[in-house]
């Protein structure tokens, strides 16, 4: 703890400190409890498209196992061109929110390839577009928590040291002027008696 003055300018000084702190404190908890809850939406995102990836790998898996053919799908048949993102805004913070994708499938021979090659692309992109949406989502998660950090960090610091603090350098003062004043009417009162003494 600093060592503060005892006089009247450091007493307004500290509880204008005060104010601000208390003034500032609802907000910062607002802010906490909001990110917070969007921590938990986010979350519950990530959960919802793992399940959906998840349920259509499923489906794909039942179905290309009846073909077994082998060799059909090869590296760079279908590749991600473009990703579309957008940026948003959440309790002040700046996160990336995703927009979509631009795919490209490789010309392919039509009567050397199964007629379900189409189908397949079609689900390899639907699990590509959950993949990039997990990954832009993470990365707003990410950003969440250390704001959440920042801003609980915050709180905690009002909560319990400037505040606390103000308020006991506000009674320290308090008590010294007090004092003082005391002092000065007990001063005058003897110095007034004494002056009594040698006038009479």
């Known amino acids: ?29 607002l802010k906490k409890q909001q990110l917070q809850t ?3 939406v986010t979350e519950n995102r990530i959960r919802a498209l793992r399940a959906e990836k998840e349920r259509i790998d499923e489906s794909f898996r039942s179905w290309i196992a009846v073909f077994g053919e ?25 996160i990336p929110v995703f927009k979509g994708a631009e795919f490209m499938i ?11 090659i189409d189908s397949a692309a079609e689900k390899l992109k ?32 009002f909560e319990k040291v400037k505040i606390p603090e103000s308020k006991s350098n506000i009674k320290k003062i308090r ?11 007990v001063r005058g009162k003897i110095a007034k008696r004494g002056m009594e003494r040698v006038a009479e």
């Open 38 to 40: 969007e921590i938990r």
């Open 175 to 185: 008590v010294y002027l007090g004092d003082q004043q005391t002092a000065a009417v």
């Open 106 to 116: 490789d010309a392919y021979d039509l009567m050397a390839t199964p007629m379900w």
């Open 1 to 29: 703890m600093a060592k503060i003055k005892l006089t009247k300018n450091e007493l307004k000084k500290q509880k204008d400190e005060l104010k601000m702190y208390q003034r500032y404190l609802p907000t910062l908890m």
């Open 70 to 94: 082998r060799g059909i799908f090869y590296p760079g048949l279908l590749r991600v061109t473009a990703i579309r993102t957008a940026t948003g805004n959440i309790a002040g913070v700046e």
């Open 126 to 157: 639907a699990v590509l577009l959950l993949d990039l949406e997990s990954v832009t989502l993470e990365e707003q998660r990410r950003r969440l928590e250390k704001e959440l950090r920042t801003t609980t960090q915050r709180v905690n610091l």
